[in-house]
């Protein structure tokens, strides 16, 4: 399968506890975004790379949240100090860049604070 | 606020009719894209359409385009019950670099 894959597929975690999540993106793709999607909602834009630099990031990405692609192929998405209110579903997808503007989406993480 | 927002929320029809979703954004945008997603999985593409494009097809999906009323419309023509998912419009809001997208339109296809 050479889709975009992320791991884990569930967390389940108490708060307060950090938790890391990992995507990679097909292997020649160089843009990467993460998005957050909540129950009954579409997805909404964390952040996105272009090879390993991290050029946007949402208001939504607060100090606790941060994301690193320290090679310009697989990226990680960390959250310190877990809240309920992290719970919700973690997507990356990629995309090849410039005007090849199709991101394709990995399965998901969906995480659980307990 | 999210930039897209498909209409209606939810539609519940028969295998073989056709489904028609709608989406409306707010600012102009150089692609709209429409994605599919089963419960609880990753979103599949399903087709773009550029900004000074009006009509595309790809199957049994057509998708139009009106800039000039910022919307968009989604018809899946001769529905299956596997088309039951939720879509989604996403726009780049004039700036490639992310999507916006709506809370989507949740098709049920009965068998």
């Known amino acids: 399968d050479t889709g975009v894959s992320q791991n884990p597929r569930h967390k389940i975690t108490k708060r307060g506890q950090n938790v890391t999540f990992r995507c990679d993106p097909i292997?020649?793709?160089?843009?990467l975004y993460w998005y957050r999607q909540t129950l009954g909602q579409g997805p909404e834009f964390l952040t996105y790379?272009?090879?390993?630099?991290?050029?946007?990031k949402s208001r939504l990405l607060s100090d606790r949240f941060s994301a690193e692609r320290p090679k310009g192929s697989f990226s990680t998405l960390e959250i310190q100090r877990t809240e309920q209110g992290d719970s919700a579903m973690y997507l990356c997808?990629?995309?090849?860049?410039?005007?090849?503007?199709?991101?394709?989406f990995g399965p998901g993480t969906r995480l659980l604070v307990l | 606020s999210q930039q897209g927002e498909e209409d209606p929320q939810a539609l519940s029809i028969q295998e073989g009719e056709n489904a028609t979703m709608n989406c409306s954004y707010k600012?102009?945008?150089?692609?709209l894209q429409w994605y599919r997603q089963n419960s609880g999985r990753g979103l599949v593409h399903l087709i773009l359409?550029?900004?000074?494009?009006r009509e595309k097809h790809s199957g049994r999906l057509r998708v139009t385009l009106d800039t000039s009323k910022k919307s968009s419309s989604l018809l899946i023509t001769a529905s299956r019950a596997a088309d039951t998912a939720s879509y989604f419009c996403?726009?780049?809001?004039?700036?490639?670099?992310?999507?916006?997208f709506g809370s989507g339109t949740k098709l049920n296809v009965k068998p």
């Open positions: 997808a990629s995309s090849l860049g410039l005007a090849k503007e199709t991101q394709y």
């Open positions: 292997s020649e793709h160089n843009r």
């Open positions: 790379f272009q090879n390993e630099a991290q050029l946007e």
């Open positions: 600012t102009s945008i150089n692609n």
């Open positions: 359409i550029r900004s000074n494009e």
């Open positions: 996403a726009t780049d809001g004039g700036n490639f670099n992310k999507f916006y």
